[in-house]
Structure formats: C-alpha cells, structure tokens
C-alpha cells in the first residue's frame, strides 16, 4: 500500500488542561453540555435509550483508558501504529483526539456523552502527533469488521482517493456497519468551492459536517455533495488525558456526536421491531431525525442532527 498519511480532523484546541474547567467539570454530577441538549439527545434517554449493548469502535489516537467517564464503556482496543514499540495491546492516547470524541461518544461520569451506555472499541491508528498512515487505519478498519461492531466513528481522513481505503469501507458496510466520518476542514465559508477529504467523501460513509451552538456553520467545515448532515463542532467540551477535560473545535467533534446519536437510533429500532436494523435502515433513521437549517446542501447535507 502506498505511503498515504492521514491525520486527525480537528482544527483548533480552544482550551487545553484548563485548571477552571478540570475543576468545574469534576464537580459536577451528569453534567450535560449544551452541545448534547442542542441535538435533542435527552428526548431519546428520557424514552429509555442511551446507547445499551451498541458498540462503536473508534479508530484514533486511542484513549485515556482510565478516565472515570469512560473506563466502564470500553470493551478493549487495540494498537496499529508504532507506538509503545508496535504493542497491540497498548492504546493509550497521547495526543487527546482521540480521547476526546470518545467522550463526545460516551461519555458517562462527571459529563455525559450522547450515548452514555453505549461500548467502546479503542482503535489507536493515529500516533500521539495525530497523523498517521492509511496501512494502519485500514487494518484497524478490518479489525473492527472482524470484531462485529455496530458502528465505526472515524474523525480523521487524508485529500488522496486510495483504493485500499474505499475496499475497507465498502467491506464494512456489506457487513452491515455503518461508518460515520469527519467531512474535514479544508472549508472556506463558500459552498461553490468544493474541499473533499477521504473516507468521507465516499458515498458508501456518512459525511459528517460541523455548526457552533448556535446552529450556524462553522466556515472550517468542508462543503461537497457529499456532506450527509452537520452536528455539534465548535468549542465542544469532552474528556480529555488524565482523567481531565477539554475544549475541541472541528469536523472531528461533530462525527462522534452523529455515531453516538446511530447507536441511540440503533437501540431504539430494536425495541420498536424486534430485529437489529440494516446499514441502510440504520441510515435512514438518522437522516429522519435532522431538521434543515435552510442553507445550501453541500453546506448541510440533510440538515442538523437533532433526535425525536
């Protein structure tokens, strides 16, 4: 496989080890940010779904494993990159992305993700600067397929169209997996000039675009026509490296809460007709539940997330 590099979709850290906001968050009980209210999330717990015996594996930087908020939703994990000497069995996060979207994901202490309930699959294909090579995310794709996971969060992506990638994609979904992407952060505000980055740009994925909390476009956000719908990416607040908590903005922010959002959407099929839903079901439901915002569609795709 070509030397391809990829790297993690995020655009700016917003607030890093911030002491007031460590310090906020580790007071708080089930504290709920206003990006997951700003999605509707509680309508879908308050109905008994929170993500229950769905698992998600999210290919990243890999985790902070022992943070309070999500050492009981991860199920194990594994390393692909050549970190820790190549050890399979050491996934730890040493950048926060990854960390990060799995409490967007997650999240389920001090601060609650989407999904609170739902399970983690830690896939670490990204080293601790954040980059790595597709070998590493496709094999961790592959990994996750054999693994049998329900969803596959991936916040990351490259500007080069390679095969391997689109076969690891196209693999996962004629296994019923439904793989949610970060469209990237090339944009420029102008949906007539058009940013593509990959796996997103695949029409097999689910191209995830990124608006602030107050439902407008964050002008980072790529726009194409294959954006399917835009989520929660400025200033996102999650969990962070050790056992802390930070503020991310980017792409990378809004995918996780579109794959917890599925898990939620997954649970809920289930109890209403018996059976585990297709990919394609699975992808309808979601697109049911987004609103139009009124903008261009290679802005929003279908519309914002937001559950009902």
């Known amino acids: ?30 504290y709920i940010p206003s990006n997951i209210n700003l999605i509707s999330a509680p309508i879908l717990w308050n109905q008994g779904y929170t993500g229950k015996n769905v698992k998600i594996a999210v290919i990243d930087t890999g985790c902070c494993t022992t943070h309070p908020d999500l050492k009981d939703n991860i199920i194990g994990g594994r390393n692909f990159t050549s970190e820790d000497n190549g050890d399979p069995n050491k996934y730890e996060d040493g950048n926060s992305h990854g960390t990060h979207c799995c409490g967007v994901i997650a999240g389920n202490g001090h601060i609650l993700g989407v999904a609170p309930n739902a399970k983690l699959l830690v896939l670490k294909a990204l080293g601790s600067s954040g980059n790595g090579n597709l070998e590493s995310i496709v094999n961790a794709m592959n990994y996750a397929i054999d693994q049998k996971v329900d969803i596959i969060s991936m916040s990351l992506g490259c500007t080069v169209d390679v095969s391997e990638l689109q076969q690891a994609v196209k693999r996962a979904v004629a296994n019923n997996i439904l793989i949610v992407a970060a469209c990237g952060n090339s944009g420029d505000g102008d949906a007539n000039t058009l940013e593509r980055d990959y796996p997103s740009s695949y029409e097999e994925t689910v191209a995830i675009g990124a608006i602030d909390n107050m439902r407008k476009f964050a002008v980072f956000s790529n726009t194409n026509n294959y954006v399917d719908l835009v989520a929660p990416g400025v200033k996102i607040i999650s969990t962070g490296l050790n056992n802390g908590y930070i503020t991310l903005s980017g792409t990378s922010m809004a995918c996780p809460h579109v794959a917890g959002a599925c898990a939620l959407l997954l649970e809920k099929f289930i109890k209403e007709y018996g059976r585990r839903p ?29 559950l009902e």
């Open 1 to 30: 496989m070509k030397d391809i590099q990829a790297k993690i979709s995020d655009f700016t850290v917003e607030i890093s080890g911030n002491n007031e906001l460590n310090n906020y968050i580790s007071t708080q009980k089930e």
């Open 278 to 306: 297709s990919e394609s079901e699975l992808y309808a439901q979601l697109i049911k539940n987004t609103i139009d915002l009124g903008i261009d569609r290679r802005i929003q795709g279908n519309g914002m997330l937001f």
